[in-house]
């Protein structure tokens, strides 16, 4: 098993920023890329970007890229998602999630390839 703890949510105003933080711990060598995920009210839960632990490969939504930054310390076997510009559409609880065996952008943006979850960290963006 792999526990996944979230932290860093919480109220910003538009245009500022974020870190997320997920602390995994148990068999995690057990898992090759950790990913975000997003659920906004009365929406299906969405991909927000992803990493490789083996070769820091990173994938990222179109919605996000080039704000959001995903980083991960092997040491610490932690993952960050640093947020920037923030925009009210990017409301949601954050989930961490961790999976094994995928080879491209379909199979990492796939909720259904990730097997242990967080939490999850609600982010709130004022306009």
């Known amino acids: 098993q792999v526990q996944l703890v979230e932290s860093g949510g919480g109220l910003v105003q538009a245009g500022g920023f974020l870190r997320l933080s997920c602390a995994a711990s148990?068999?995690?060598?057990?898992?090759?890329?950790m990913g975000w995920f997003r659920q906004a009210p009365g929406k299906e839960r969405e991909f927000v970007s992803a990493?490789?632990?083996?070769?820091?490969?990173?994938y990222y939504a179109d919605s996000v890229k080039g704000r959001f930054t995903i980083s991960r310390d092997i040491a610490k076997n932690t993952v960050y998602l640093q947020m920037n510009s923030l925009k009210p559409e990017d409301t949601a609880v954050y989930y961490c999630a961790a999976g094994k065996y995928c080879s491209n952008y379909g199979c990492y943006a796939n909720a259904a390839r990730y097997s242990y979850w967080g939490q999850g960290t609600q982010v709130t963006v004022s306009s």
């Open positions: 990493i490789r632990w083996n070769d820091d490969t990173t």
């Open positions: 148990g068999r995690t060598f057990s898992t090759d890329y």
